[in-house]
């Protein structure tokens, strides 16, 4: 079974750029998660989506950063305009909605670089 | 608020040399506590979850164990390919609800 699926895997752009994501999940996985890593850090949840819906983004700095998840599958996180600290890796991560069976499985992630 | 803290930060140990990892959390309303294991410019690796206090599981080396505070990653006669970074993560009871990291130790196998 393929797991979850990021492009691009590295990022180098200038500051202020705009830059974008993808990812698809695990085949059959409704719970699509996006998260950000900070050098030395754990990840921290940026947004959470149940099918389409967007159920928790509560965390998201919504003045630059957007996301989507078009028919409930793949899902495209974007940053515009890049600051200096949003480099970091961005990391994807896909769960069934079943108890018992939710554990998050995670991509190799988008290292960001913002120079 | 929950809280995840693992130490130590980093640890070095000599190949067979066994040793354990610590987390210690502070939860409204635990769901579950996983592990994970993430090497160098790769996502997070799923190793276990643990339901509740007194559970167990083990995989090759590593054997993971759980209180009501803090869990504990054990691993017995370590090669070098374990070296990684460990994580600890903690649910709460909603399901599916995002997990909460701590910051991870690194371990080190030297031959």
Known sequence: EAGVVQSPRYKII??????AFWCNPISGHNTL??????????PELLIRYENEEAVDDSQLPKDRFSAE??????????IQP???GDSAVYLCASSLDRVGADTQYFGPGTRLTVL | E?????SPEALRLQEGES?????????????GLFWYRQ?????????????????????????????????FLHITAPKPEDSATYLCAVQT???????VFGKGTRLSVIA
Do not use: I, M
């Open chain 2, 2 to 6: 929950d809280q995840v803290t693992q």
């Open chain 2, 39 to 71: 090497d160098p410019g790769k996502g997070p690796e799923f190793l276990f979850t643990l339901y509740s206090a007194g559970e167990e599981k083990e995989k090759e080396r590593l054997k993971a164990t759980l209180t009501k505070k803090e869990s």
């Open chain 1, 69 to 78: 998840r078009l028919k409930g599958v793949d899902s495209t996180l974007k």
């Open chain 1, 82 to 84: 890049a600051e200096l």
């Open chain 1, 14 to 19: 200038e500051k202020k750029q705009p830059v």
């Open chain 2, 93 to 99: 009871f909603s399901g599916n609800t995002p997990l």
């Open chain 1, 33 to 42: 998660y996006w998260y950000r890593q900070n050098l030395g850090q754990g």
């Open chain 2, 19 to 31: 040793s354990s990892l610590n987390c210690s959390y502070t939860v409204s309303g635990l769901r």
